[in-house]
């Protein structure tokens, strides 16, 4: 008799959806959902150009001597980039072999900043400080 329960109630179920798509209700439902996606993409709208650049400009705030000047005569600077690289390149005995035979695009590039940095000795002030700023003020290692 269980079985029968199940079987009443698989039926009825498929009465209920019959019902439903001969009714337009799933119809209705699709029209709303529609609806829906229509208003909602409506509402949602680009935001309005802004007045200022967007992009910054960074040397506003540095100093005069750390910009460096665009060129003046507009020409593009020679890197010693080649236009063409063949080359092939063979290590562990031949396991491992790089082949290259490629024609190089160069970018026209003005203006390369260039950075120069100076040796500094390190010596025990500097040391205890950088210790001290690393570690979080806790010791780096316990005395026995």
């Known amino acids: 008799m269980l079985g029968g329960d199940s079987l009443f109630a698989n039926n009825q179920m498929n009465v209920n959806n019959q019902q439903i798509l ?14 829906v996606l229509v208003i909602g993409s409506s509402v949602v709208s680009c935001q309005k150009t802004p007045e200022e650049s967007v992009v910054v ?3 506003e705030r540095l100093a005069e001597e750390s910009i460096i000047p665009r060129e003046e005569n507009n020409v593009p600077k020679d890197l010693g980039i080649p236009k063409y690289w063949k080359e092939t390149i063979v290590r562990n005995d031949g396991l491992v072999t790089l082949i290259a035979d490629y024609e190089i695009e160069i970018p026209e590039i003005y ?34």
């Open 57 to 59: 400009d960074k040397s």
């Open 22 to 35: 001969r009714g337009g209700n799933m119809k209705r439902i699709i029209v709303s959902i529609i609806f």
């Open 111 to 144: 203006n390369t900043p260039v950075y120069s940095y100076e040796i500094q000795t390190m010596d025990q002030e500097l040391l205890e400080k950088l210790c001290t700023y690393f570690s979080d003020g806790y010791p780096l290692y316990e005395e026995s």
